[in-house]
């Protein structure tokens, strides 16, 4: 069936970097973006940025660009979110998820990962 | 702040309909799409586009959209449909970014 897998949890110390990863099967890994999602505990969601599997183009969100970097590597249709000079406030559950475009103006994103808890402690 | 607006909390008696509204500029231009999240879980897409519903997904669900307000409409609420509910677009920059809104606590009471 079609599912993202991501990497176990991680915990970090403040300023150091971080690297998720999250494996594609059950479809063909270039044909849809890949985004990245963080949720920090009791919080809402927070749009990250996203790559093109393909291409390896990205695009990050304002609050990211800088700290943020999306890569793949399509011989195992996997994708990878780092983050780098971590604080605090970076403590979240990190997803991957897949953007499917369906025309006249609607996306959405259709299959997600379990998640990936990144805690960020001195 | 979110440039997607949507009620912290909203509660609807069992078997009763309850909508759940989203409002931004991006959404005179772009679809909303609307995901479900339970405790621990991972969101699950429930609308998508005009008024789209995944594989799976109860037709007691439904998106509607007007202006710059999109809702989600769940016609005959059951206790399992109790959890957060986000909605995402575009965003207005013209990039293409995307954004959620900050969530609605949907209580099935």
């Known amino acids: 069936q079609v599912q993202l897998v991501q990497s176990g949890a991680e915990v970090k110390k403040p300023g150091a970097s971080v690297k998720v990863s999250c494996k594609a099967s059950g479809y063909t890994f270039t044909s849809y973006d890949i985004n990245w999602v963080r949720q920090a505990t009791g919080q809402g969601l927070e749009w990250m940025g996203w790559?093109?599997?393909?291409?390896?183009?990205?695009g990050y969100a304002q609050k990211f660009q800088g700290r943020v970097t999306m890569t793949r590597n399509t011989s195992i249709s996997t994708a990878y979110m780092e983050l780098s000079s971590l604080r605090s406030e970076d403590t979240a559950v990190y997803y991957c998820?897949?953007?499917?475009?369906?025309?006249?103006?609607?996306?959405?994103?259709?299959?997600w990962g379990q998640g990936t808890m990144v805690t960020v402690s001195s | 702040s979110s440039e997607l607006t949507q009620d912290p909390a909203v509660s609807v008696a069992l078997g009763q309909t309850v909508r759940i509204t989203c409002q931004g500029d991006s959404l005179r231009s772009y679809y909303a799409s609307w995901y479900q999240q339970k405790p621990g879980q991972a969101p699950v897409l429930v609308i998508y586009?005009?008024?789209n519903r995944p594989s799976g997904i109860p037709d007691r669900f439904s998106g509607s959209s007007s202006g710059n307000t999109a809702s989600l409409t769940i016609t005959g609420a059951q206790a399992e449909d109790e959890a957060d509910y986000y909605c995402n677009s575009r965003d207005s920059s013209g990039n293409p970014h995307w954004v959620f809104g900050g969530g609605t606590k949907l209580t099935v009471l």
């Open positions: 790559m093109n599997p393909n291409s390896g183009n990205t």
């Open positions: 586009g005009k008024n």
């Open positions: 998820a897949t953007r499917h475009y369906y025309g006249s103006g609607s996306d959405a994103f259709d299959i």
